[in-house]
Antibody
Framework: QVQLQESGPGLVKPSQTLSLTCTVS??????????WNWIRQHPGRGLEWIGY???????YYNPSLKSRVTISVDTSKNQFSLRLNSMTSADTAVYYC???????????WGQGTTVAVSS | DIQMTQSPSSVSASVGDRVTITCRAS??????LAWYQQKPGKAPSLLIS???SLQSGVPSRFSGSGSGTDFTLTISSLQPEDFATYYC?????????FGQGTKVEIK
């Protein structure tokens, strides 16, 4: 079965760019009608959808983050990535990658990676 | 953005109780609603998609219903492993949005 695993730095300095990668195992990132998502959860709070990239390579971002976000895919490595620039303390959160099936819900999630923003 | 409002924010219940969680959308979302369960320190897990479709492996004590703006998640007989936080999420309109969560606690 498909599994997802996030990787990246646990600590980022203010104003720097966060780069996270989600590695997909147990299946191809380009097969099926899937949408590969990033979601974050601020400490003790709810879930915020960041955006997705489809198997066809189209992207959609949350307008609240759109100016700072890029999601890309590396099919050769079966990975997709998140870049979030101009990081501030408000971006401190657990970041999850997840697969959505035709807008019917996110059925596979990574375990999450904690990112803190601090100098 | 579509606001998803869950009620209650928390509920205390006993094993065997019937628990109902409500999710209200600020505008109609047809049936584009999913429910997730999240336990402390873990990623959310999809329980129900498209309002009422139970995911494979999810116990049948979980059920979902509704359409338009009002939706419910029902746990027919609460089990010890069901104590968790539950979130609804709409995928009708971008940006996708989640409810604020409902924590189901042990009474």
């Amino acid at each position: 079965q498909v599994q997802l695993q996030e990787s990246g730095p646990g600590l980022v300095k203010p104003s720097q760019t966060l780069s996270l990668t989600c590695t997909v195992s147990g299946g191809s990132i380009i097969s099926g009608r899937y949408y590969w998502n990033w979601i974050r959860q601020h400490p003790g709070r709810g879930l915020e959808w960041i955006g997705y990239i489809s198997t066809g390579g189209s992207t959609y971002y949350n307008p609240s983050l759109k100016s700072r976000v890029t999601i890309s895919v590396d099919t050769s490595k079966n990975q997709f990535s998140l870049r979030l620039n101009s990081m501030t303390s408000a971006d401190t959160a657990v970041y999850y990658c997840a697969r959505d099936v035709q807008f019917r819900g996110m059925d596979v999630w990574g375990q999450g990676t904690t990112v803190a923003v601090s100098s | 953005d579509i606001q998803m409002t869950q009620s209650p924010s928390s509920v205390s219940a006993s094993v065997g109780d019937r628990v109902t969680i409500t999710c209200r959308a600020s505008q109609g979302i047809s049936s584009w609603l999913a429910w997730y369960q999240q336990k402390p320190g873990k990623a959310p897990s999809l329980l129900i998609s498209a309002t009422s479709s139970l995911q494979s492996g999810v116990p049948s004590r979980f059920s979902g219903s509704g359409s338009g703006t009002d939706f419910t998640l029902t746990i027919s007989s609460l089990q010890p492993e069901d104590f968790a936080t539950y979130y609804c999420q709409q995928s009708s309109v971008f940006p996708w949005t989640f409810g604020q969560g409902t924590k189901v606690e042990i009474k």
